[in-house]
Structure formats: structure tokens, C-alpha cells
């Protein structure tokens, strides 16, 4: 029986993975999130976009940088393509409260109420 093929498919595989979970990861802007005492990993993250809030306050829709007033457009339209759209909110520990307030308020005015927190878990030992 031939392994060369095999061998060759099980580095072809390896190597799809190795670049396709690298590419995952260039997409996220670095934060630092908040420490949650009761946190909880989400059933399902299918069918969220990813809106990031960092230290110096700027919004990131996705990977680019947006103001404020760009927030609530983009997701309104977003929810056009996806009617059950829900938010993955990711704001560094140091943003202040008003600021989340104001992303979360433009999601509630483009109609999406269902918005997830990013957070580390906290250590309950």
C-alpha cells in the first residue's frame, strides 16, 4: 500500500489549518477585556459581528475603524443581509461605561438587542 499520498494530504490538511486559524486571528484588533467574576463561554457565536471598543475610545466595526455615528448605519444594514444578527462587543477594561453605552444605544437604534460581552474569566479559586 502507498503512504506517500496519505502523507502528502495529512501535510496539506496541516498546512490549511495552520494558515486558515492564522488568518482567524489577524482580524481581531488587540485589547486587553475585563475580568468577569461569573462569566460564561456562548453556545453559539455564529451569526455575530464583532464590534471592538479600545482604550483610546476608538470603534472598530469588524477590522476598521469607525466613528460613532458610523456604528449604527453599518449594523442597521448588516441586519438587512441578517435579520437575526446579534453583536459580540469587545471593549478594552479601561474604555469608560458611557462609551460601551453609546455603541450598545447605535445597535439598539439598527434594531439589534442581543449583544454578547467579551471578558476573561476570572479565577474562582
Known amino acids: 500500500m502507498q503512504m506517500a499520498?496519505?502523507?502528502?494530504?495529512?501535510?496539506?490538511?496541516?498546512?490549511?489549518?495552520?494558515v486558515a486559524s492564522h488568518l482567524n486571528k489577524m482580524d481581531r484588533v488587540e485589547i486587553e477585556p475585563p475580568i468577569a467574576e461569573n462569566?460564561?463561554?456562548?453556545?453559539?457565536?455564529?451569526?455575530?459581528r464583532t464590534i471592538t471598543i479600545k482604550a483610546d475610545d476608538t470603534i472598530?466595526?469588524?477590522?476598521t475603524s469607525r466613528e460613532l455615528e458610523?456604528?449604527?448605519?453599518?449594523?442597521?444594514?448588516?441586519?438587512?443581509?441578517?435579520p437575526h444578527?446579534?453583536?459580540?462587543?469587545?471593549?478594552?477594561?479601561?474604555?469608560?461605561?458611557k462609551r460601551v453605552r453609546d455603541v450598545m444605544k447605535a445597535c439598539a437604534d439598527a434594531g439589534v438587542l442581543e449583544i454578547i460581552f467579551a471578558t476573561y474569566e476570572s479565577d474562582r479559586s
Do not use: C, Q, T, W
Request: net charge neutral.
Open 5 to 18: 499520498p496519505m502523507i502528502d494530504m495529512v501535510f496539506l490538511l496541516l498546512i490549511f489549518f495552520m
Open 39 to 48: 462569566s460564561a463561554v456562548p453556545d453559539e457565536l455564529a451569526g455575530r
Open 60 to 63: 472598530f466595526v469588524g477590522s
Open 70 to 82: 458610523e456604528v449604527a448605519p453599518l449594523v442597521e444594514s448588516a441586519k438587512r443581509h441578517e
Open 85 to 97: 444578527l446579534k453583536i459580540y462587543l469587545r471593549a478594552d477594561r479601561n474604555v469608560k461605561h
